[in-house]
């Protein structure tokens, strides 16, 4: 764990969180599951973890998740907030290995980002949230999984598309090293 943030970092952090909470409550499209929505905040939850790194991710994760649960509906969820922070700490994972800041998104990258996007939406929506809900607040395991499957299923795909559109925007932004001439 790195012992001092960058003021970079903290900014993002900021911003992110706030950009979250944001697209949590107004980009999200409901599934018919209860409480349970195709989440857009996910989409960019991945760039900004692939960008600054596994505290930053968990960190937007957990304060986005909060803030919208506490502002939009009056007190957090903290399974479903958990959840969130896995998310974004498993995609900053990826960080170092993606090099999207260095301009590099390509066939090799895109797999690995989703592989590493399924692998923790999975283990957040399939396994962490639910199995919380049932023991913080004896929910019914048969509705809780059910919504774990739907927001595992819905996530990865929004991940994969949105996110994906996201991070290889940003990468063809940047200026790949060694790829300036001197005149």
Do not use: C
Not at 80 to 108: M, P, Q, R, T
Request: hydrophobic fraction near 50%.
């Amino acid at each position: 764990m790195e012992r001092n943030l960058s003021i970079k970092t903290i900014v993002a952090i900021g911003i992110g969180a706030a950009v979250f909470m944001i697209l949590g409550r107004f980009g999200s499209i409901p599934t018919g599951i209860p409480n349970t929505n195709i989440e857009t905040s996910y989409a960019f939850l991945a760039l900004m973890a692939v960008l600054y790194g596994p505290i930053a991710g968990l960190s937007i994760g957990f304060i986005g998740h909060a803030l919208k649960d506490l502002v939009f509906y009056g007190s957090p969820w903290f399974s479903w907030i958990i959840a969130s922070s896995v998310v974004g700490l498993i995609l900053g994972l990826a960080w170092k290995k993606l090099k999207v800041n260095e301009g590099e998104f390509e066939k090799k990258e895109i797999i690995l980002f989703n592989g590493y996007q399924i692998i923790a939406n999975m283990i957040a929506w399939l396994l962490i949230a639910p199995t919380l809900d049932v023991f913080i607040y004896s929910e019914p395991a048969n509705k809780v999984y059910l919504q774990g499957v739907v927001a595992a299923i819905s996530n990865s795909i929004t991940v994969g598309v949105l996110g994906t559109i996201l991070v290889n925007t940003y990468a063809k932004t940047r200026v790949k090293k060694g790829s300036l001439d001197r005149e």
